[in-house]
């Protein structure tokens, strides 16, 4: 499909934990913030996505946002984290790449849900979406994302947001979470670095997005400050194609290896939020499905 270069670059920009902004070429740009109804709808939210991690059962859930408009790519979600009951940072805060725009440099970041829900930089309508995994596979996820030492080894020392997922010269958001996941389910008796992370992602059949445009659009090696194309092979991209982590990806992967895992998927409107259980995606107006739940959010929130 044929793709204009500007909207290229907003497709790959993860919202990576910092506060809402309006999507443009200048990504440190802090934009207009929520105004004080959309902030209190997004605690609401928030409220209830914890509410659904603690009935899950479970220490710790792959969580994903939607931000960015990238249905027109069949994409709903943007940006991804695992969220943990015992983080420092307070019950199922989410630890998450993110683009320190001050220091030009990723970080690891430990962001209250509340923060994330936020970020989703669509406080009229917006999505959210909860795996959490069987006990064995959480209990190894949880340990990996609590060991400081292992989170920050593999992380990036250069972000890109069209990162080649089987490359270490560059990292977006979704892949250290992928990598992540990797650190966490291969059997090892020490943790990895990226590198052998990458080979066990590939060795496991994991699928990143693939995106194709027409050549030449590569030739021009550097769109912005956060779109490269030098770590991919040349071989994908004389074909008109690049590979990169989303959080759709992540997902399926973990689905993969872990049948059992269950998906709740959360959006919110102005009026309302659903919270849906289940493999099968809610529609893009945030209507609920039979079976869903539908919690009003017109009513003033409790002690205002």
Not at 32 to 48: G, S, T
Not at 55 to 84: D, E, I, N, T
Not at 85 to 109: H, M
Request: glycine share 6%; hydrophobic share 40%; proline share 6%.
């Amino acid at each position: 499909m044929r793709l204009k270069t500007a909207s290229i670059v907003l497709a790959f920009l993860c919202l990576m934990g910092l506060p809402a902004r309006a999507a443009s070429l200048n990504y440190c740009d802090p934009g207009q913030l929520p105004n004080a109804d959309a902030q209190d709808r997004m605690l609401r939210v928030a409220a209830i996505v914890k509410r659904e991690l603690e009935a899950s059962g479970q220490q710790a859930a792959l969580v994903s946002r939607s931000g960015l408009s990238l249905g027109w790519l069949g994409l709903r979600y943007s940006h991804s984290g695992v969220s943990s009951r015992a983080n420092a940072n307070g019950p199922w805060s989410v630890r998450q790449l993110y683009y320190a725009c001050d220091e030009k440099t990723p970080r690891i970041f430990d962001q209250g849900m509340s923060g994330f829900v936020v970020g989703g930089n669509a406080a009229a309508l917006g999505y959210v979406s909860l795996v959490t995994l069987p006990t064995q596979a959480t209990q190894k996820l949880e340990a990996a994302l609590l060991d400081n030492a292992t989170a920050l080894a593999l992380l990036g020392r250069n972000y890109s947001a069209n990162a080649y997922p089987y490359s270490t010269q560059y990292q977006n958001c979704n892949q250290w979470t992928a990598e992540l996941l990797a650190a966490a389910w291969r059997d090892a008796p020490a943790p990895p670095d990226r590198q052998e992370a990458q080979a066990w992602l590939q060795a496991q059949g994991y699928q990143p997005t693939e995106l194709r445009f027409l050549p030449p659009l590569w030739v021009f090696g550097r769109l912005s400050s956060w779109l490269n194309f030098d770590d991919h092979p040349q071989a994908l991209l004389s074909q008109g194609a690049m590979l990169f982590s989303m959080p759709r990806d992540l997902e399926r992967f973990a689905r993969k290896l872990w049948p059992e895992a269950q998906r709740i998927e959360i959006c919110y409107s102005s009026e309302h939020v659903v919270v849906h259980h289940g493999w099968d995606e809610l529609p893009d107006n945030c209507q609920a499905l039979e079976g869903d739940q539908v919690i009003a959010l017109t009513a003033p929130a409790a002690g205002r």
